[in-house]
């Protein structure tokens, strides 16, 4: 099991660029997360999905979008770059449970100049 | 509304000492409640949950935490600290008790442990 895993590891773009964070789970699970880390911020969801198909948003969906179409994949897609998502994006994954913990990725870092 | 508050914002301890890192929490129903370690450019791991039945909960790497729901707080800690202890830890809770539950975690803003030889 590769578990989590993301890509790319670091990207640096230019304000107004797009790009899309690749993330895929290999443990069958349907609910899927994406956060942003800011330095003594912890951790902010961005956007969730509860299975293929089905997204919603989270506390900070501005300037992001999302897709399900596999149990997979969940890439975030950032359309306009802005300084202000420079950040540090974590993907994570958890069993359908209400007490089942969530499994992260090892981040993508993201620079926007 | 839930939330989650980690006071302080680093510990620094002794190696061979015991540790304690701080977390309260709010939430309207039964709180789950986890600890995450971060080591540097790495992704969170679990260490330990909290969802219902005995206040001291046991993890990974000799970690525990105590549940205390009169205080509202979910301290995490360990008898004899490490060197290789020293990383950044995040409280999270969920609330149990709502519908339609989707999975999703609250954080705190993280409390960075120093172990020193």
């Known amino acids: 099991n590769a578990g989590v895993t993301q890509t790319p590891k670091f990207r640096i773009l230019k304000i107004g660029q797009s790009m899309t964070l690749q993330c895929t789970q290999d443990?069958?699970?349907?609910?899927m997360y994406w956060y942003r880390q800011d330095p003594g911020m912890g951790l902010k969801l961005i956007y969730y999905s509860v299975g293929a198909g089905i997204t919603d948003k989270g506390e900070v969906p501005n300037g992001y979008n999302v897709s399900r179409s596999t149990t997979e994949d969940f890439p975030l897609r950032l359309e306009l770059a802005a300084p202000s998502q420079t950040s540090v994006y974590f993907c994570?994954?958890?069993?359908?449970?209400?007490?089942?913990?969530?499994?992260f990725g090892p981040g993508t870092r993201l620079t926007v100049l | 509304a839930q939330s989650v508050a980690q006071p302080e914002d680093q510990v620094n301890v002794a190696e061979g000492n015991p540790l304690t890192v701080k977390c309260t929490y709010s939430v309207s129903g039964n709180p789950y409640l986890f600890w995450y370690v971060q080591y540097p450019n790495r992704g969170l791991q679990f260490l330990l949950k909290y969802i219902t039945g005995d206040n001291l909960v046991k993890g990974s790497y000799g970690f525990e935490a105590e549940f205390n729901k009169s205080q509202t707080s979910f301290h995490l800690k360990k008898p004899s600290a490490l060197v290789s202890d020293s990383a950044l830890y995040f409280c999270a809770v969920r609330d149990g008790s709502r519908m339609g539950n989707t999975g999703k975690l609250i954080f705190g803003q993280g409390t960075t442990l120093q172990v020193k030889p």
């Open positions: 994570a994954s958890s069993y359908p449970r209400e007490m089942g913990e969530q499994y």
């Open positions: 443990m069958n699970h349907n609910y």
